[in-house]
């Protein structure tokens, strides 16, 4: 079984749509990173966090520490948001991340 | 500073030979990261720095990888004798770490194909 599991692997929306990614993951963690990977491979983080919520735009990140899970929401969906969302973990400071195999998420217009 | 720089972008080799890629991360970064992401998949760690220091390498890299960060800047990553299962992205991270943050900043990659 992985650290990091996201479900689901792949998802379909239609323009507008309100979207939420899972993240569970089985060990302890300093903080969790939420990423977003377009085709040709370039990453961009997109949250860090360790307790609660953050919000960015029409992203939305939340994490439940207890239940060592976290989910992403994407709120008035666009196709422009059609891209691999990937949940990492650190299990300390600053050290490597551990990755979940990514949700693969298509916006159709 | 334009981020963090990969070069070269793509490289095609045949096995057997050996391989070196470089990474020019954020000028004020003090970490260095290299992952190994293969088609469908999660990138995987391989190892990473702070200035100079390799602080942790992955068991899963053979003795055919090396990396190095000499001067705590750049970093090279080198694949000795490749093999076909060599065949993957190479992606370099920096970030500027202090306790509670570490924000990384992704290059764009080094794409390997070993025929």
């Known amino acids: 079984k992985n650290e990091v599991e996201q479900s689901p692997q792949n998802l379909t929306a239609q323009e507008g749509e309100f979207i939420t990614i899972n993240c569970s993951y089985s060990?302890?963690?300093?903080?969790l990173h939420w990423l977003q990977q377009h085709p040709g491979g370039g990453i961009v983080s997109l949250f860090m966090?360790?307790?609660g919520k953050k919000k960015h735009g029409r992203l939305i990140a939340t994490i439940n520490i207890q239940e060592k899970h976290s989910s992403l929401h994407i709120t008035a969906s666009h196709p422009r948001d059609s891209a691999v969302y990937i949940c990492?973990?650190?299990?300390?400071?600053?050290?490597?991340?551990?990755f979940g195999e990514g949700t693969q998420l298509t916006v159709n217009p | 500073d334009t981020g963090v720089s990969q070069d070269p972008r793509h490289k095609i080799t045949k096995r057997g030979q050996n391989v070196t890629f470089r990474c020019d991360p954020i000028?004020?970064?003090?970490?260095l990261y290299w992952y190994r992401q293969t088609l469908g998949q999660g990138p995987e760690f391989l190892t990473y720095?702070?200035?100079?220091?390799?602080?942790?390498k992955s068991r899963l890299l053979s003795d055919r990888f090396s990396a190095e960060r000499p001067k705590g800047s750049f970093s090279t990553l080198e694949i000795q004798r490749t093999e076909q299962g060599d065949s993957a992205m190479y992606l370099c991270?920096?970030?500027?770490?202090?306790?509670?943050?570490?924000?990384?900043?992704f290059g764009a990659g080094s794409r390997l194909t070993v025929l």
């Open positions: 990492a973990v650190s299990q300390t400071s600053g050290s490597r991340l551990t």
């Open positions: 720095f702070q200035n100079e220091a390799q602080l942790e």
């Open positions: 966090l360790s307790s």
């Open positions: 060990v302890g963690i300093s903080a």
């Open positions: 991270a920096s970030s500027l770490w202090f306790s509670g943050a570490n924000v990384l900043t």
């Open positions: 000028s004020e970064h003090n970490r």
